[in-house]
């Protein structure tokens, strides 16, 4: 069974930075990403990357902020963060596509419908 471990969120004031991590059971995804629910809202993509490469994807609300990265060696993804505001706050998961999937055709999808494996998330907050 695929497993997705997210760590690193927190609690930070408006303008910090925090890093959250995801480590990968296995090392066959092409496509893993970022996203993020906040209470009464839906599902929403921040960042994703194609692990066979260095293609990087951001939503709007991420470009300039944050930064996505990648340790092959250890299956582990990372989002950096930075100047987060309050509306950054929400519950972050890890995702990973299907196996042979680049990330160009599934990023798009809503709310992370063509990503396949999932964590559990990490809670993030941010206060003002």
């Known amino acids: 069974q695929v497993q997705l471990v997210e760590s690193g969120g927190g609690s930070v004031q408006a303008g910090g930075s925090l890093r959250v991590s995801c480590v990968a059971s296995?090392?066959?995804?092409?496509?893993m990403g970022w996203f993020r629910q906040a209470p009464g809202k839906a599902r929403e993509g921040v960042a994703a990357?194609?692990?066979?490469?260095?293609?990087?994807y951001y939503a709007d609300s991420a470009k300039g902020r944050f930064t996505i990265s990648l340790d092959g060696a250890a299956n582990t993804i990372y989002l950096s963060m930075n100047s987060l505001q309050p509306e950054d706050t929400g519950l972050y998961y890890c995702?990973?596509?299907?196996?042979?999937?680049?990330?160009?055709?599934?990023?798009?999808?809503?709310?992370?419908?063509?990503?396949?494996?999932w964590g559990q998330g990490t809670q993030v907050t941010v206060s003002s």
């Open positions: 995702a990973a596509g299907p196996y042979l999937a680049n990330c160009a055709p599934i990023w798009g999808a809503v709310g992370g419908a063509g990503f396949v494996y």
């Open positions: 296995e090392a066959r995804y092409r496509c």
């Open positions: 990357i194609y692990v066979g490469g260095s293609s990087t």
